[in-house]
């Protein structure tokens, strides 16, 4: 009997009970595993969309912000002489300045209110790449503006929009602009600074001084794609979005109008063209009423690294905004060697508010 008792107390784990137990450990670790990879890789997934969402978002509210007031010109101002600035912005009894808001090619050149405010300048101006000017340079030198655009790109545009942003002269108290204030946000440009400073080339010969004038485009910040911005209150580009590798514009044209039979301008849009064919066009700048934003981003594989886990293999192409003959987006673009970002595109049509129209008298 204590034989038999003895025996007891001295048995121990048999080998079966230690695997069993060991597999049951193994797969408890493998499920807790598991669900931490699948956690981390979908919070990745959330950084990765937030990356490009979050930028696409400011860059697009910002560019329907300056393209809403595209040519924006103060009629209740005072011009330099002292004198309300719509007596001389727009006089229906002649035609050269009904033309301003006509667009009648068989008149002769083609104005805006803007131009007319600063010669030479346009609302909205686009190059199919580099653009020549920049807003410093032009609210720094005397008119008339001559507006150039520099070597071309297939994917990388550039947009300078022009708008009055603060008035005339600050004393006047009657005016619907505010002098600029940074804790506002009026009247100053897409980096917050106020426009060219009086005591500039254009002080007393032109408006230059109040114009708000900020030009678009993208560059490579640190092996990085951004777009930057620079604006008429200095002379350096600043990048307000990380990522985008493509930033691509066209511009729908209106009708023009003519004097011959009173028909009324804007009466008809025609096809989404690129900045070439616009400078080419017989209205010029003066007759688009409308621009289509298109950006591609992607996320930052230099500084943050690969996207999340599968991404390659959900998405093994990228968009492009490049388009065919008809309009149509080009198919997605095959990944190059090395590739590990998660891409998106982003577009939006925005109308010129200020592109004003109507028929001759």
Not at 344 to 359: D, E, G, I
């Amino acid at each position: 009997m204590n034989n038999i008792s003895r025996r007891s107390l001295q048995s121990g784990t048999s080998l079966i009970e230690v695997m069993v137990s060991l597999a049951i450990g193994l797969i408890i670790l493998t499920a807790i595993g598991t669900v931490y990879v699948n956690s981390n890789n979908s919070l990745r997934q959330r950084e990765d969309q937030a990356q490009l969402n979050d930028p696409a978002r400011i860059v697009m509210r910002l560019l329907r912000q300056n393209l809403m007031q595209a040519g924006y010109v103060d009629l209740f101002d005072l011009d330099l002489a002292g004198n309300p600035q719509a007596e001389s912005l727009f006089d229906a009894k002649k035609v050269s300045l009904s033309n301003i808001y006509v667009r009648d090619p068989a008149i002769g050149t083609i104005a805006t209110p803007i131009s007319r405010f600063y010669a030479g300048l346009t609302p909205v101006y686009g190059c199919d790449g580099a653009m020549n000017n920049t807003p410093q340079g032009i609210t720094s030198a005397a008119p008339p503006l001559v507006q150039s655009c520099g070597a071309a790109n297939a994917t990388q545009h550039t947009l300078r929009v022009a708008y009055q942003g603060v008035p005339i002269t600050a004393a006047n108290a009657t005016n619907s602009l505010l002098p600029a204030d940074t804790n506002t946000g009026d009247g100053l440009d897409c980096l917050q600074q106020a426009p060219a400073t009086p005591g500039s080339a254009d002080a007393g010969t032109t408006d230059g001084d109040s114009l708000v004038i900020n030009q678009f485009s993208v560059r490579v910040t640190g092996g990085v794609s951004q777009l930057g911005c620079r604006g008429s209150g200095g002379a350096a580009i600043q990048d307000i979005a990380s990522g985008v590798e493509e930033f691509i514009l066209r511009y729908q044209m209106a009708a023009p109008g003519l004097a011959a039979n009173e028909a009324a301008a804007g009466g008809a849009q025609s096809q989404y063209i690129n900045a070439a064919l616009v400078s080419a066009s017989t209205q010029g700048w003066a007759g688009v009423t409308a621009v289509e934003i298109c950006i591609v981003s992607a996320t930052d594989q230099v500084n943050r690294g690969p996207a999340a886990q599968g991404t390659t293999v959900l998405q093994p192409t990228r968009p492009t905004c490049q388009r065919d003959g008809v309009g149509a987006f080009l198919p997605n673009i095959d990944r190059v060697a090395g590739d590990t970002r998660l891409w998106k595109r982003f577009t939006s049509v925005v109308s010129l508010r200020n592109a004003v129209f109507a028929t001759p008298l």
